[in-house]
């Protein structure tokens, strides 16, 4: 992942490019808050319900959807508003082949701490605490559960919502790895929290009062390898399928375009996966999505009997699949 140079003095809100999904914490217990004169911690709403989230399931990223999560985007400005960190929410995600981030589908907060500056140590750890502490009902993980957190990463460990009983575990190799040139891997730089959908859309008891049910997300079909994103509220967990893969003797551009079968372009995005689509429909593969692109792509629509939209919806892709030969 690319932060910004000097994340304490600008406020970096959308795209954070890079895809590294890397895990940490300093201690196996997140250190509470010094007493007295210690950071603060974010304020609790009151009138929250006796009844409580249970902890959050993983639920696994299946799109490429930058649009801003509500409940994203006012969990990353409680923690702006407390300790006056920047954050990072969505992650450009036309460069993957497969959906490795919860920043690909608008559900995950980057927030600016860095371990190696003492007042910014102090205020991660005054807010891991509030996150994961005991409430005064005895519910543990109280405003996590209420938040909807799915899952931590911050210095060398990682904190999920669906293995809470080992607390905060190693991330891979990076206790080894001490070394400043990994502290964006490792997270020793900024927090990493993935939420739950109904945490991102901001359904959760901590800002509505009422306890928010499960919500599985969107699914990806077993004929393409991304979701369309976020339509509506899911209340059964999605079928797995297997990868999509190109059959043998595939063309090039086949098996450059089946990995990414299903993402959703429209105008305003870049990347190789644009260039993809942009060689399919016969336009210069510049990758970029402007109008040139958007038009060539609601004639080539058209043409193929679809409807004229400019965007790479499932009904697109499986045409274009098609039309290089893919087996359908």
């Known amino acids: 992942m690319n932060d910004v140079l000097n994340p304490r003095r600008f406020r970096v809100v959308g795209l954070l490019l890079s895809a590294i999904a890397s895990v940490a914490i ?25 009844a409580i989230e249970g902890l959050s399931p993983y639920v696994a990223p299946t799109g490429c959807d930058l649009r801003t999560r509500t409940g994203s985007l006012k969990f990353a400005q409680l923690i702006q508003a407390t300790y006056g960190s920047s954050y ?3 992650r450009t995600c036309t460069s993957a082949t497969t959906p490795s981030s919860e920043h690909f589908d608008g559900r995950a907060v980057d927030s600016f701490f860095n371990v190696r500056n003492t007042t910014e140590r102090a205020e991660a750890s005054a807010l891991l605490t509030w996150l994961l502490k005991y409430d005064a009902a005895g519910n543990r993980y109280a405003n996590a559960r209420r938040l909807g957190v ?33 502290d ?22 901590f800002w509505t009062k009422t306890v928010a049910p499960v919500d599985w997300g969107p699914c990806r079909p077993a004929d393409l390898n991304w979701s369309a994103g976020q339509a509506a509220y899911n209340p059964r967990p999605c079928a797995r399928y297997a990868v999509v893969k190109a059959p043998a003797g595939a063309s090039a551009l086949l098996k450059e ?18 260039k993809t689509v942009q060689k399919v429909i016969g336009v210069t593969a510049t990758g970029t999505f402007g109008s040139t692109t958007k038009d060539r792509l609601m004639s080539w629509q058209r043409a193929h009997g679809l409807e004229g939209t400019g965007i790479t919806w499932p009904t697109t892709w499986r045409a274009m699949l098609a039309a290089k030969g893919m087996p359908r």
Do not use: Q
């Not at 919502?161 to 790895?177: D, K, L, M, V």
């Not at 730089?189 to 901001?202: Q, R, T």
């Not at 089946?258 to 429209?266: D, H, I, Y």
């Open 26 to 50: 300093v201690s196996s217990v997140a250190p509470a808050a010094t007493a007295g004169g210690g950071p603060p911690a974010p304020p609790t709403p009151t009138g929250l319900p006796a």
């Open 88 to 90: 990072g929410l969505s």
């Open 150 to 182: 799915m899952y931590i990463i911050w210095n060398d460990k990682m904190w999920s919502s669906y293995r809470a009983g080992e607390g905060w575990r190693p991330y891979s190799n990076c206790a080894e790895t001490t070394s400043s040139a990994y």
């Open 184 to 205: 964006t891997a490792c997270h020793r730089n900024h927090i990493h929290f993935s939420l739950s959908w109904e945490g991102a859309h901001g359904r959760t008891s």
């Open 257 to 274: 375009m089946v990995p990414r079968s299903g993402m959703v372009l429209r105008p305003g995005m870049a990347g190789p996966a644009v």
